[in-house]
C-alpha cells in the first residue's frame, strides 16, 4: 500500500493513504530522511520510502502549479 506523508505533528507522521483513509504512523518507524509530500510504501511493519514516485509527484505538482502563475 502507498501513503503521501501529509505533515508531522509531535510523534506522529500523518499519512493519507491510497484510499483516502489518514493515518498516524509513529515517526521512529518512518524512514529518517522521509520528509512531508514524499510516497512511502507500507506493507506490513515494513515502510520504505518510495523515492521514484515522490519525485514523480513532486515534478506533477511543479507543472501543475507552473501554469498558475503565467499571465
Known sequence: ???????FEENFAIVELEDKRIINIDKNIIPKKAKEGDVINIEGDIITLNEKESERLKKEIDELTEDMWKE
Open 1 to 7: 500500500m502507498k501513503g503521501i506523508i501529509d505533515r
